[in-house]
């Protein structure tokens, strides 16, 4: 049995590529056909196949890297979270229930940890009785760091960023991956030191690499023991022991070497102090090893060091005792012995550079947009649409705050009524006129009742969409019967429509919300009707119902505060239909505002390999925001010129109240113009909420649609599934076992990991610890994949 651990791979199924892909690009990119990309799905399906297989053999490596590098690639495209169900199995406990996540980065991040794991072994599988296969195994250890390293600092920071912390595997733990990492670096540190032994190397050396050997395997061990959260489960039984005896074992070693060193210098006291220690060391450490179950080799060796320290401490004793007489110094006080590393992590260049195994016409998906661009896209749509209603509701607010302040003082009514003692001012003439030519009542009464015939027919789309969901869900109990008699990785319904589910709740309460809205409305117009229609009569009878004043003639003075005020709320106009041009011209502007081109171009400057998210677009599309922003600025200085111009308005007409006579006519006069100035504005009010409503509706019909051929071709997707799954299986219930041809023994490696040479005896590279060029994969040329019927 071997002496070194090796890590264990994560077994997978097949997973449902396709299905998830069209899907997602159905719901997120609704002007691309889904079979725009059935090469990409069959070529995803392919490289994932062979990557996951567990062959141990130097060829799988390249297999693997290419299918990262092509993972590495989809996501700076597609959003980690695709709908695609990913299953893994636990590496260290195989018959544990599979962790199954919706998420690109945990795949990338399982393939990487098996990258790592076959790396190590590789190193396992080397014959290291040869020098050749040591160096081998040295090169594989290093480059099982490597990997674990890389994905400890890069690809499990996107995993820990999109998914909760608590549904992490913990082998991918920081923690778990640190120790694994140093546990690689300690058994490449060991076979450096077994090739030093093998050549006869110096004491003196042989110690320095024995001590970094038990300092690597005491970090791996503190790595375990000292996490955050218990990671003791992640690993065998036996594994935290092995690492706690080979960092025993080692120190023992390197006290025990330097102890012949000691001996040919005639540091004698020295010896026997080395040696003491080094026998307490070796036992306690074949005491953890027999209490843990470690491997018998490690226990042999163990009781090999421990007998040759033993053999040497009764010979030194005896000659320092009858013929040298030192005095044995405390171990405290010895110099302690320097480490000398001579490996570090390789990161194969496949993972660093992932486009050098990859030809820029061989990646998946190279013509879909970027999602985090599509997101960005629809960020700013979202942004703008509610900037420029803010803006409406902004006009509104300033608009109903100075028509409060005037009905509070009774104007414009109390100036027509000192205008025009009799008959009707020009102003109420022009708004009832206004109200007539537009069919006032009877526009409102249709566009009500056109609102609740859309709100209707919203609905029953939404409920048909639900009724698609219903029906393409209903093979529910053949889809269960067919789970109890067949091993599936197919997704439940419940789980496949979740997501169209979802989409369903949240449009049924913008239905909800929408209808509270329009009953308010209908509230609205039910109190001012009959105001309202009030303004639908012709002159004649709008002047019986508005009564004369008997005031016949006015001061100077009256006449001249009239003036003023007239001219200030002519003023206050000009304001007010300004604010209403500021707004019109932000909404004209949104049909031409279309950000796709800006974003795309933007897209195109950044590095094809670059991992893409929607805020780097926010720069790019605050440039369109700019144009709202400078309409936002101008409206609010109207509101500066309102502010002052009410302040004017309410200082005269304090004078002009002051100035005219009391009359109770004049008071009645005013109310009943002031009723029917309200009249038309609730009526103005009322046709703008209406013409919204069917704005809304018109608009939310369209998405509703579209919701609903969504939910019709997932249901006969669902079908088509389950009738291609059950002609699947009585088609391989018909197929000969004879059919499935012998597996074949892997092929010889075609090449090897290079490991550094030790350097000479009398180098003086032994006294520094800088490392020596790493041994480095030799990549084999592939054969490009062909792109037929793409």
């Not at 005020?565 to 707004?583: C, F, G, I």
Request: aromatic letters at 6%.
């Amino acid at each position: 049995m071997p002496n070194q651990l090796v890590i264990p791979s994560k077994s997978t199924s097949a997973l449902q590529i396709g299905s998830a892909l069209r899907n997602y690009i159905s719901a997120n990119h609704p002007d691309t056909s889904p079979n725009a990309f059935a090469w990409d799905v069959e070529r995803w399906e392919e490289l994932r196949s062979e990557a996951v297989k567990t062959t141990v053999h130097s060829n799988q490596v390249s297999v693997i890297q290419r299918y990262h590098a092509q993972l590495v690639f989809i996501l700076t495209k597609l959003s980690v979270n695709i709908g695609l169900e990913i299953s893994y199995l636990p590496a260290f406990e195989p018959s544990a229930p599979p962790l199954i996540l919706r998420n690109l980065a945990y795949e990338r991040t399982a393939v990487l940890f098996n990258l790592a794991a076959l790396y190590s072994q590789l190193a396992g599988a080397c014959d290291r009785s040869t020098a050749d296969g040591i160096k081998r195994a040295i090169g594989y250890y290093q480059n099982a760091a490597g990997v674990l390293m890389y994905t400890r600092t890069t690809a499990s920071l996107k995993l820990q960023q999109t998914v909760s912390a608590d549904t992490i595997p913990t082998e991918f733990d920081k923690s778990a991956l640190t120790s694994l990492e140093n546990l690689m670096l300690a058994q490449a540190q060991e076979c450096v030191w077994q090739k030093a032994v093998m050549d006869h190397y110096k004491n003196a050396i042989i110690a320095k690499l024995s001590a970094k050997v038990s300092s690597l395997y005491r970090q791996a061990a503190e790595n375990i023991k000292t996490a955050q959260g218990s990671i003791h489960h992640v690993y065998p039984s036996n594994w935290l022991p092995h690492m706690e005896a080979k960092y025993l074992h080692f120190s023992a070693a390197a006290q025990y070497r330097k102890s012949v060193d000691d001996l040919e210098a005639g540091r004698y006291g020295h010896e026997i102090s080395r040696l003491t220690e080094a026998q307490s060391l070796a036992k306690r450490g074949f005491e953890v090893a027999r209490r843990g179950n470690a491997a018998p080799a490690v226990m042999e060796d163990l009781k090999s060091i421990l007998d040759n320290v033993q053999n040497d401490l009764v010979r030194a004793e005896r000659d320092n005792y009858l013929i040298y007489h030192h005095d044995p110094p405390p171990v405290s006080a010895l110099p302690a012995v320097q480490e000398i590393s001579m490996v570090q992590p390789l990161a194969p260049p496949a993972l660093t550079d992932p486009k050098s195994v990859i030809d820029d016409d061989d990646v998946l998906f190279a013509d879909l947009v970027p999602d985090a661009a599509r997101v960005a896209i629809e960020v700013y749509r979202n942004r703008r649409e509610g900037f420029v209603q803010e803006l409406g509701i902004r006009v509104n607010e300033l608009d109903q705050k100075a028509a409060k302040t005037l009905g509070s003082l009774g104007l414009p009514a109390a100036l027509d009524a000192l205008d025009r003692p009799i008959g009707l001012p020009p102003s109420i003439l022009k708004k009832a006129e206004e109200v007539r030519l537009e069919n006032g009542v009877l526009r409102i009464e249709s566009v009500i009742s056109n609102v609740s015939t859309l709100a209707k027919h919203n609905m029953s789309v939404l409920l048909e969409a639900l009724d698609a969901l219903a029906a393409g869900a209903a093979e529910a109990v053949e889809d269960s019967s067919f789970r109890e008699s067949h091993d599936t990785s197919r997704v439940e319904s419940s789980q496949a429509n979740e997501a169209l589910i979802g989409k369903a709740f949240r449009y049924r309460e913008i239905l909800e919300q929408a209808a509270e809205s329009d009953e308010l409305v209908r509230q609205k117009y039910d109190e001012w009707s009959d105001n309202i229609k009030e303004l639908i009569l012709d002159e004649e009878q709008l002047e019986a119902i508005v009564p004369s004043s008997t005031l016949g003639r006015q001061t100077v003075e009256t006449q001249h505060r009239a003036r003023e005020l007239r001219r200030l709320l002519e003023l206050l106009d000009d304001v007010q239909k300004e604010r209403a041009s500021l707004l019109q011209k932000a909404n004209d502007h949104v049909p031409h505002d279309d950000p796709t081109q800006r974003v795309l171009s933007h897209a195109a400057s950044f590095q094809r390999w670059t991992e893409i998210e929607p805020r780097m677009f926010d720069d790019c599309l605050s440039r369109n925001m700019d144009y709202y922003e400078d309409v936002q600025a101008d409206i609010e200085e109207t509101e500066m010129k309102q502010n002052a111009l009410i302040k004017s308005i309410m200082e005269k007409h304090v004078l002009l109240v002051d100035s005219r006579r009391e009359d109770p006519s004049v008071k009645e006069r005013e109310h009943a113009l002031q009723s029917l100035d309200l009249a038309y504005h609730k009526y103005k009010e009322i046709v703008r909420n209406l013409d919204e409503g069917m704005k809304f509706y018109n608009g939310f019909s369209e998405i509703l649609s579209q919701f609903k051929r969504q939910c019709k071709e997932w249901a006969n997707e669902r079908r088509l599934e389950m009738q291609s799954l059950a002609a699947a299986v009585r088609s391989v219930s018909l197929a000969s076992d004879q059919n499935q041809s012998p597996g074949t023994p892997p092929a010889s490696p075609t090449r090897q990991i290079t490991a550094h040479e030790l350097p000479p005896l009398d180098s003086d590279e032994w006294q520094a610890t800088v490392l020596p060029p790493a041994p480095v994969a030799t990549r084999t040329p592939r054969r490009t994949a062909g792109r037929a019927g793409r």
